[in-house]
């Protein structure tokens, strides 16, 4: 999906020292967060942006994995929500 392609264009653009990707691939993926009210997220996408913006981050600065899976918890709550509200 859209959410996990951006973070493999993250991770593309780290490993390709590439920090124009990497910030406009978090820059978008802050937008959505945003949208959505995913608060924390969105910090998490800010700081990737700036961290694209100054420069290249090094791979270990960044977890990538774990910011997937928190993406993947917060859609998991968001289905959550809908069945309650549908019931």
């Not at 691939?25 to 945003?34: D, R, T």
């Not at 800010?46 to 990538?64: K, T, V």
Request: charged share 35%.
């Amino acid at each position: 999906d859209d959410c996990h392609q951006k973070i493999d264009q993250i991770r593309e653009g780290i490993r390709a020292g590439d920090a124009r990707i990497v910030e406009e691939a978090a820059h978008s993926l802050k937008g959505a967060a945003g949208s959505i009210g995913a608060k924390q997220l969105e910090q998490r996408f800010l700081q990737l942006e700036m961290a694209g913006r100054a420069g290249i981050p090094q791979e270990s600065e960044i977890d990538l994995a774990e910011l997937e899976q928190e993406i993947d918890a917060f859609r998991e709550a968001l289905k959550e929500r809908e069945v309650i509200l549908e019931d």
